[in-house]
């Protein structure tokens, strides 16, 4: 299982950072039973091959599945279960991780709950807690995960 940490880890990816990419969109603000309007939902699939060319042309492709994945269930919950007007996103590397964030409205706390057998989602903190080698979220309320890209001893990617 991953580790999951509340805190903000920027001071230490900061001294090692190699690069990153972050935008926003709109997102409609719906009440929990709502549908959220299809060109919402069909921004994750944009960001997803947005954020894989940009690990490509980073030299990081053996992370693109993982990422893209985790990149899917973070946005999607900050479309379905955001309150700001827009959706924040950010994908950056270090020499230690590579890093997803998102926001959409503050969030102070995250816990993976399971679902029941026949319940259709509430499975995206579990598939994130098992893939990633770490996530939370921060003091400012984005929600993050991360991969690992190297050992501590070999420092770099």
């Not at 955001?82 to 995250?110: F, K, M």
Request: contains cysteine.
């Amino acid at each position: 299982m991953a580790e999951t940490i509340k805190q903000d880890t920027s001071s230490e990816m900061d001294e090692a950072f190699c690069g990153r990419i972050a935008f926003s969109f709109p997102r409609t603000p719906a009440g929990p039973a709502a549908k959220h309007p299809a060109r919402e939902l069909a921004r994750v699939g944009e960001i997803r091959r947005i954020c894989g060319a940009k690990l490509r042309a980073w030299g990081l492709e053996r992370f693109t599945d993982s990422m893209q994945l985790l990149l899917s269930e973070l946005v999607t919950n900050a479309i379905q279960h955001g309150s700001a007007s827009q959706i924040g996103v950010r994908l950056s590397y270090t020499t230690r991780e590579v890093r997803i964030e998102t926001r959409s409205g503050p969030v102070s706390d995250l816990t993976a709950h399971t679902p029941g057998l026949l319940d259709e989602g509430g499975r995206g903190l579990l598939l994130i807690d098992a893939i990633a080698d770490a996530w939370g979220v921060d003091n400012a309320g984005w929600v993050w995960c991360a991969l690992a890209t190297a050992s501590a001893e070999e420092g770099r990617p």
